[in-house]
Nanobody
Framework: QVQLVESGGGSVQAGGSLRLSCAAS????????MGWFRQAPGKEREFVAA??????????KYGDSVKGRFAISRDNAKNTVYLQMSSLKSEDTAVYYC??????????????????WGQGTQVTVSS
């Protein structure tokens, strides 16, 4: 049974920073990518960032609304992915979800590419 557990959410003022973590437990076969999505009240789930892991080559992708402000990273030894969020804006307020796995040849931007999801962590940015 695969479990993804997010942590690090909270409340912050606009312009501030937060770092989210997602620890994966259980067995996920192969070299797989992990992603972050978010969902604000009344809105659809939105892609935030994804990171691949393929033979040591790391590729990162970001949603347009977070490019230049957010950074995704991972520690494979700890089965953990991180999302460093900087220059936060009120429109970043949402529940953030960790997702895994996606594999080479699938679309990391699509939520349907992922089989497992965390419970979500709330991020609230006040202006």
């Amino acid at each position: 049974q695969v479990q993804l557990v997010e942590s690090g959410g909270g409340s912050v003022q606009a312009g501030g920073s937060l770092r989210l973590s997602c620890a994966a437990s259980g067995v996920i076969f192969g070299s797989y990518g992990m992603g972050w999505f978010r969902q604000a009240p009344g809105k659809e789930r939105e892609f935030v960032a994804a990171i691949n892991w393929n033979g040591g080559s790391t590729r990162k992708k970001y949603g347009d609304s977070v490019k230049g402000r957010f950074a995704i990273s991972r520690d494979n030894a700890k089965n953990t992915v991180y999302l460093q969020m900087s220059s936060l804006k009120s429109e970043d307020t949402a529940v953030y979800y960790c997702a895994a796995p996606y594999y080479s040849g699938t679309d990391p931007y699509a939520s349907s590419s992922y089989s497992y999801w965390g419970q979500g962590t709330q991020v609230t940015v006040s202006s």
